[in-house]
């Protein structure tokens, strides 16, 4: 299918715009202007590769507990695919309008339930559509954030753990303007809201209580030792990197966390700091301090690093969550969707690093759409696995935590996925897309 060297640069499209975490990059990922919809019938034209299953949208909301207008919103070419939309109005595009829109957003859906302790929120660019394969096998998705209450207000904690990130969604990374170094961010539009099947309310409260202590040693632990920062190589999870197994790196980040460890540098990018903090939450501080060397027995992790793709039953592969939503469709418009995941358009709204890697490795797409056209017919197992196989070497045959792994696991069905999608929390700049969603909301939602 692939050459190994060409598998190298598909995994690396697939993983290296895992988080937005550099304000040059995230500055230049596309304008969120006029991300809503010109028709009447929608609130976001949104491409069914940035979707979810209907049938996957299970997990209950509580309407009457918030003021925001829910609209259930077809994908544009798969009725049985789209989004649970929670429309906010943000008066307008100021960042103080947008901050304001983001903070009281996160207190109201904090306090009726919808985020919550340990919950996982995805940056989704709707502008990214119709630009290239690689941000479509991605969902949409750049950054991942992981969500934490107070007093009943949710907030989000992320790496980079900087003020340019952490705060009630109101951080420049979401609402637009200068950040730290100076760069206008662009701000996020929209965010997905997944939520683990294994946190209960006792987990919800370990979290709330390991979050407590990062923050208040962050200057130490980050300051002046530099040990949970950055890191951009979304090619190398920590496992990986050290030659640690998953249990020990979260063990790991919480020796680091009570400030135990105060030595071991343990990099993190976006998603893999909240897969390990969520798998961290099953454990008390007792059970980290006398963890032994091969880690606390007492860390869950929401799920297992996810391999490239898979043809086991009941997985699902980091790279297969459009497939997902391909599924649904008839089985005569299957090709012709695959096509569209994969067809260059208008690369314009990719940053300029994105755009020459997603050039770059271009080429490299058959062999991914050779497998989905594969498992999209029906063909069997043993005839993929000799692909699946291929292109799982192309990242030495380890499983990561990506964004995009998030979202993917939350398409399986209710009775195999480990994480549930919530909704997608818009934010419409005025009246009369506002009074849009209301009027919408009115038509039944899942």
Same mark, same amino acid.
């Given at each position: ?36 919809? /010109? ?33 259930? @919103? ?52 709707? @502008?990214?559509?119709?630009? &290239?394969?690689?941000?479509?096998? =991605? &969902? ?18 992320? #790496?980079?753990?900087? #003020? ?17 170094? *100076? ?22 409260? =370990?979290?709330?209580?390991?979050? *407590? ?10 300051? =002046? ?18 030659? &640690? ?44 301090? @006398?963890? *032994? ?20 039953? %009941?997985?699902? %592969? ?10 649904? /469709? ?20 990719? #940053?300029? %690093? ?14 991914? #759409? =050779?497998?989905? &056209? ?19 070497? *192309? ?52």
């Amino acid at each position: 299918m692939l050459r190994n060297a060409s598998l190298l640069g598909l995994a690396s499209l697939l993983l290296v715009a895992g988080c937005a975490a550099e304000t040059d990059e995230t500055s230049a990922e596309g304008s969120e202007e006029a991300i809503t919809s /010109a028709s009447q019938d929608k609130v976001l034209d949104v491409p069914f590769y940035f979707s979810v299953p209907k049938s996957a949208i299970t997990t209950p909301l509580n309407r009457s507990a918030y003021p925001y207008p829910t609209v259930w @919103n077809p994908s544009t070419e798969v009725e049985e695919a789209g989004l649970r939309v929670i429309a906010v109005n943000q008066n307008g595009t100021s960042v103080a309008n947008r901050r304001a829109a983001r903070i009281d957003m996160a207190k109201k859906l904090g306090k009726a339930g919808v985020l919550q302790d340990g919950d996982i929120t995805l940056s989704l660019r709707p @502008n990214l559509a119709g630009t &290239m394969p690689y941000p479509h096998i =991605q &969902m949409g998705v750049t950054h991942a954030s992981l969500v934490y209450t107070q007093n009943g207000e949710a907030f989000n904690i992320d #790496s980079p753990l900087d #003020s340019d990130h952490v705060g009630q969604f109101s951080a420049p990374f979401f609402v637009g303007g200068p950040a730290s170094n *100076g760069v206008n961010e662009p701000g996020v539009d929209a965010i997905q809201i997944i939520r683990p099947r294994n946190m209960t309310d006792a987990r919800r409260a =370990q979290l709330r209580t390991w979050v *407590g202590a990062l923050k208040a040693g962050i200057n130490r632990i980050n300051g =002046q030792r530099a040990q949970v920062k950055f890191q951009k190589d979304y090619m190398a999870p920590r496992f990986a990197a050290t030659g &640690m197994t998953p249990k020990q790196t979260v063990t790991k980040l919480g020796q680091i966390i009570l400030e135990q460890d105060k030595t071991t540098k343990l990099p993190m990018y976006c998603s893999e700091f909240a897969w390990h903090m969520n798998a961290l939450s099953a454990c008390s501080a007792e059970e980290i301090e @006398n963890a *032994g060397p091969e880690g606390a027995d007492c860390v869950d992790p929401v799920f297992d690093p996810m391999p490239l793709v898979t043809t086991e039953e %009941g997985q699902i %592969g980091l790279a297969e969550g459009p497939l997902s939503n391909v599924l649904v /469709a008839p089985a005569a418009d299957r090709a012709k969707l695959i096509g569209q995941i994969f067809a260059p358009g208008d690369p314009g709204a990719l #940053s300029s %690093g994105h755009r020459a890697v997603a050039e770059q490795v271009a080429p490299l797409m058959n062999g991914l #759409s =050779q497998f989905y &056209m594969g498992k999209a017919s029906g063909a069997p197992a043993d005839l993929l696995a000799a692909g699946g196989a291929q292109l799982n070497a *192309g990242v030495g045959n380890v499983g990561n935590y990506s964004p995009t792994a998030f979202i993917a696991n939350a398409t399986l069905p209710a009775g195999v996925r480990q994480l549930d999608y919530v909704a997608t929390v818009v934010f419409v700049d005025g009246a009369a897309d506002y009074a849009k969603a209301q009027r919408l909301a009115q038509n039944p939602v899942p």
